[in-house]
């Protein structure tokens, strides 16, 4: 339950998250004159984690960590309002204003835009926890420099995992791709290169069941078509596909995947409500269609209250 005080600030938007979607929301709402706020646990979002990017328009190539700073350079230019490491713990509605409680605040605003963005699934086998930043990652692009050298697995076979053991192959000593299915997925142009390098063992069929070790990573046990193999190496990626970052409490409508439903205008079932990117049921989750998305939650979120004030 939100605090009994009355919260004098009204904000004209409250923007979650600062991803591709929630900063192109950020600079249209700057751009609009809105009084609004943006509330983040970081900057960039899975931007920020990305290796190699060639398809954002406007850069035949540019890394994630660039991307990130170009994001950053932009709305630092609207001197936006932006509070980070700030969890969102829930999310309602008190007549026309929406109400947001984070862990060590609250704020009432006319209208909310949740951009909250995605974050990696866990494996959840034995010593995942215990080794988590123990040799243990779910970035490659963050920690890959930490395991030069050194013999590594990356759990997956989408482009997740594909575009980590690209970012590995010239610096561990070898990896070994771990992938449930009979086959790689993701696009066919990374899967061939990481098929082409010599220091990539491709394991299809293959489930991890345990990660064990001392103070490290020392190994991990899989399971290849009903034989159990263990294989020795000092770091795993995690790389099995992500997760809607909507744990908050809220009456919004989700899909199976914990998704947020929003219509074509980023509207969802509670009215000065939106939801933009990868948090939401849009079917592609690429970072200019969040952009995209963003910007039209704004749009939206502009149009609505220009009708309650």
């Not at 004159?33 to 190539?61: C, H, K, P, R």
């Not at 099995?240 to 009456?251: E, Q, R, V």
Request: hydrophobic share 40%; aromatic share 8%.
């Amino acid at each position: 339950m939100f605090g009994a005080f009355i919260m004098s600030k009204i904000y004209d938007l409250i923007i979650i998250g600062a991803g591709p979607a929630g900063i192109t929301a950020s600079v249209y709402a700057a751009r609009k004159e809105m009084d609004f706020i943006v509330l983040t646990m970081d900057i960039g979002g899975q931007t920020a984690w990305s290796g190699d990017i060639e398809n954002y328009l406007g850069y035949q190539f540019i890394t994630g960590t660039e991307l990130t700073s170009k994001f950053e350079e932009h709305i630092k230019k609207y001197n936006v309002e932006v509070k980070e490491a700030e969890e969102v713990i829930e999310i309602s509605k008190n007549g026309d204003d929406v109400l947001v409680r984070t862990d060590s605040s609250e704020y009432r605003a006319r209208s909310l835009i949740v951009a909250s963005g995605k974050q990696s699934k866990p494996l959840g086998v034995p010593g995942e926890e215990e080794y988590r930043n123990k040799g243990v990652a779910y970035c490659a692009t963050c920690d890959a420099p930490l395991f030069a050298g050194k013999t590594v697995a990356v759990i997956g076979g989408g482009n997740s995992a594909l575009e980590a053991a690209l970012q590995l192959i010239k610096i561990a000593k070898h990896i070994y791709l771990i992938n449930i299915t009979p086959e790689l997925g993701g696009d066919t142009i990374i899967r061939d290169k990481v098929a082409a390098s010599d220091n990539v063992t491709i394991m299809n069929n293959s489930q991890v069941k345990e990660i064990f070790g001392s103070t490290f990573v020392e190994g991990i046990k899989i399971e290849t078509e009903k034989k159990e193999e263990t294989l020795s190496l000092e770091g795993v990626f995690v790389e099995i596909g992500l997760k809607p970052n909507t744990a908050f409490k809220s009456d919004l409508e989700k899909n199976e995947q914990g998704e947020i439903v929003v219509n074509c205008n980023n509207e969802t079932n509670t009215p000065g409500i939106f939801a933009a990117g990868d948090v939401t049921n849009v079917l592609e989750k690429q970072i200019i269609i969040a952009a995209g998305e963003g910007a039209k939650a704004t749009l939206s979120a502009f149009r609505y209250i220009s009708k309650i004030k």
